[in-house]
């Protein structure tokens, strides 16, 4: 979390080609790896969905990967998409042509899809997630676009508006985080819009986020509401007890019934918690990583917790 004095340095490291090298080269990393990434590829991962949609809950599957420098690396993270829709379309819980909420979800970052190649990083993402949309339309599964740094913002929900025009069911992630973000849900709160709230996990400067962690988490219940009144599909992506609590209040007031909006979680985080909400009937979907390239999201992942960098160091040193 914000309060993690450390937070700041760990994610430099996350950008850091050394600290990369000595991380993934520790043999130890790999036990607390495996409790964040449900595995290195589309089989291990199609296992851990097996079992996530039969524990009654949704998924989003990221296949891992940011900052693609070159066209074919982007090309490759399609092939794989495809490859990995297809598989989801093949289940039974695959929705093609329903309207309602699909349960089988892919989420994908648009540096990995070319966003930063130089020149025609736009155009390059966006015809790559056109193509992924396309696929997903046809395969009954659903597409959100994670946020990443500050910097791709505008580009990020600039490429989401002109693909929400085809893919009218196109989801987009909001981080409480940001000074902008309460504009951006009013903007993005209407009919059909599927809008996923987080905190965010990148290292921002104060002239763009909040630094605090009171302000984002204020921020992040402002933003709720926003949503909630809407007439969107608001996503709440949050571990937070007190984000958690605040939603049914705001449901409720809002008339919205189980269906109207939905909870999400990471993969690994607070099971139990994911368990006790679908329990409850609750739409609970959870964000399943897998593949090579885990590095950063892993280290995001540490720099949230101040204890999962205890653990890790102390599984290092103890060798
Ligand atoms: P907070 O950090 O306050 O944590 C609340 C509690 O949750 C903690 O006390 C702990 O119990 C538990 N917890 C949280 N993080 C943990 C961890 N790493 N390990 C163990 N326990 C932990 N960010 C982004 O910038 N772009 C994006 O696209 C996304 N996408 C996304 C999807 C989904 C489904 C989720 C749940 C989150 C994201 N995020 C994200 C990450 C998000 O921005 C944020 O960094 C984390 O969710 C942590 O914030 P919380 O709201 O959980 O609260």
Not at 309 to 315: A, D
């Amino acid at each position: 979390s914000l309060a993690n004095p450390l937070r700041p340095a760990i994610l430099a490291a996350s950008r850091s080609s050394r600290v990369k090298r000595a991380v993934t080269g520790t043999p130890v990393t790999r036990k607390l790896v495996d409790r964040f990434i449900a595995g290195d590829d589309r089989n291990s991962v199609l296992r851990t969905v097996r079992a996530l949609l039969d524990s009654g809950r949704s998924v989003s599957i990221d296949f891992l990967g940011e900052d693609t420098r070159d066209e074919e690396g982007a090309r490759a993270t399609v092939d794989e998409y495809l490859q990995l829709v297809a598989a989801l379309g093949a289940l039974p819980e695959a929705a093609p042509g329903g309207s309602g909420v699909r349960r089988l979800e892919v989420s994908m970052k648009l540096s990995a899809l070319g966003l930063a190649l130089p020149d025609r990083g736009t155009e390059v993402a966006t015809e790559n997630a056109r193509t992924i949309c396309a696929a997903a339309e046809a395969a009954g599964v659903w597409v959100t676009v994670d946020a990443e740094d500050h910097t791709t913002t505008d580009s990020t929900l600039s490429i989401v508006r002109e693909l929400r025009r085809d893919y009218p069911w196109l989801g987009a992630v909001l981080q409480s985080y940001l000074r902008r973000t309460e504009q951006d849900c009013r903007e993005l709160a209407g009919a059909g819009s599927r809008v996923r709230l987080c905190k965010g996990a990148y290292q921002e400067p104060e002239s763009v986020a909040f630094r605090d962690r009171a302000a984002v988490d204020a921020s992040y219940l402002r933003c709720l509401g926003v949503l909630i009144d809407g007439s969107g599909y608001p996503m709440v992506a949050s571990h937070d007890p007190a984000v958690i609590a605040a939603v049914g209040p705001l449901v409720t007031k809002s008339g919205r019934t189980s269906t109207d909006y939905e909870h999400q979680m990471l993969f690994g985080i607070r099971d139990l918690e994911q368990g006790r909400l679908a329990g409850e009937g609750k739409q609970v979907r959870v964000y399943v990583p897998y593949g090579t390239q885990w590095y950063a999201y892993f280290m995001r992942r540490l720099a949230e917790r101040p204890s999962n960098l205890r653990f890790f160091l102390r599984s290092v040193v103890s060798r």
